[in-house]
């Protein structure tokens, strides 16, 4: 296949030009340059420009099929399905399990998606970012028409390379971790967890690809497959330690002004407005070929990269909790238990 990447340096698009080069497909890369290009960089077709400027890097070629890893808001969706249009064979769009309206229960690929009063905002944050990817979808499908589009909405993308520290910081903070060092963990053993390896999404993504199969995927692991109790197992597996895990209840989180998802990442309560955001129905895509690796896999090469990340990228910034608030969880957790 010839195949146009947008995106392509970070992560997600990062393993899909792995994939796609594992296989000899040829393959062109679309981004602005502000992340540096991994080392495959000479064996595929460079092109820069920031799209929501202009798109006159890609006015020029032809492709079999264009991988969308970067679209965010849907004018600059529009406008690169209408550079593309009759130059290009098949459109595949990276969505998110965000766009759908209500994650209270548990969604398949028929559920209503989410709205925006305003449709022309260009902001894009915890509110508007799931109901824009679904206004994404739509003007890609007026541009193109369904049967030349495959939308894939995965869940929590997770694996090496994972800019945003959610899923990593389990299986480093455990790899920390003392013998029997108690750790605060969230909610209980058996609470819902859901993801999708960036390298099983880039995989299933190239399967479909490779079939200009159209069609709308949820990209997760099974529902109900994964706990919270058993991701720590998995960390703890792969780090080859043994810590004593602290359960704090959604109550006990809260009291301590510690934030599901960012604090205590990968993480949500399982009441109130996420209740089912990690229970999406993944059976669809699984009937289309999408295959999940064990997640211990998952969690040693997440420990691996991270382990082998520069000291000072190996801080975490964006997700986890630091030391001292950790520790002042742990003794408002711990309180109870020794004085009854
Ligand atoms: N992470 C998750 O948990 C998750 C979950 C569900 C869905 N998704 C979706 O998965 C997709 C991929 O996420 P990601 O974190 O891998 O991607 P990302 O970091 O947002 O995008 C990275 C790639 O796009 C390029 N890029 C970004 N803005 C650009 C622009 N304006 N013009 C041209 N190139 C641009 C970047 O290169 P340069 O910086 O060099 O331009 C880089 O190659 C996204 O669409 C996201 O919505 C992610």
Known sequence: MRCLVLGGSRFVGRHIVEALLARGDQVTVFHRGQSVL??????VERRL????????ALAHGTWDVVVDTCGYIP?????SARCLKGRVGHYLYISSVSAYADATQPNDETAALGQLEDEHTEVVDGRTYGPLKALCEQALLREWGPEHCTLIRPGLVVGPHDPTQRFTWWPARVSRAQPLEPIPVPGTPDDPVQFIDARDLATFA????ARAQAGVFNAVTPAGDI???ALLE????????RPTWVWASPEQLAHAEVRPWVDMPVWLPPEGEYA????VSGARAAAAGLRIRPMVQTVADTLAW????????QAFTLAGLRPEREAQLLAGLLKPTAAA
Not at 38 to 43: E, K, L, M, S, T
Not at 234 to 241: D, M, P
Not at 306 to 313: A, I, N, T, V, Y
């Open 49 to 56: 420009g920031d799209r929501r400027v202009d798109l006159q």
């Open 206 to 209: 190239v399967h479909l690809m």
């Open 306 to 313: 991270w382990q082998g990340l520069p000291p000072d990228q």
């Open 234 to 241: 998995a960390c703890a597996e792969a780090a080859g330690v």
């Open 276 to 279: 089912a955001f990690m229970r």
């Open 75 to 79: 004018s600059e969706v529009r406008a």
């Open 38 to 43: 991994p080392p495959w960089a000479g064996r």
């Open 227 to 229: 706990t919270f109790g």
